[in-house]
């Protein structure tokens, strides 16, 4: 089991990434390489400052609703890029990884740590 936990929080840090590359990917659509590498900038603070494990400002409240906003957004900037079909198939991702990482038995590898 702890090969498929850590295999499940591998993804979600692909996801992240994934986020990552989806707002400079709209960046890149809307204005060009200074707003791609921007949006990627924004992304990573953002999660840096809210999402992450050891977020400064996140919190029982702030950490999942950012998290829902980042990968909203990502999901939408591929849209909005005209990538359809990629921001269907990211969204669906995002949504099935990260409830696998709401597993607890999944949790408790995280918690370890």
Not at 30 to 47: C, D, F, K, N
Not at 54 to 65: S, T
Not at 66 to 75: D, G, P, R
Request: aromatic share 14%.
């Amino acid at each position: 089991m702890a090969i498929f936990g850590w295999s499940v929080l591998f993804l979600v840090f692909v996801d992240e990434l994934l986020a990552i590359s989806a707002a400079a990917t709209w960046g890149e659509y809307h204005s060009g390489p200074v707003l791609a590498t921007v949006m990627g900038i924004v992304t990573v603070v953002v999660w840096f400052l809210f999402a992450s494990p050891k977020a400064r400002y996140g919190g029982r409240m702030v950490r999942p609703v950012v998290k829902v906003l980042v990968f909203t957004l990502a999901s939408a900037g591929l849209w909005a890029s005209g990538h359809h079909h990629l921001a269907v198939a990211y969204f669906t991702f995002s949504v099935a990884i990260n409830a696998l990482a709401q597993l607890s038995s999944i949790k408790v590898l995280v918690s370890d740590y």
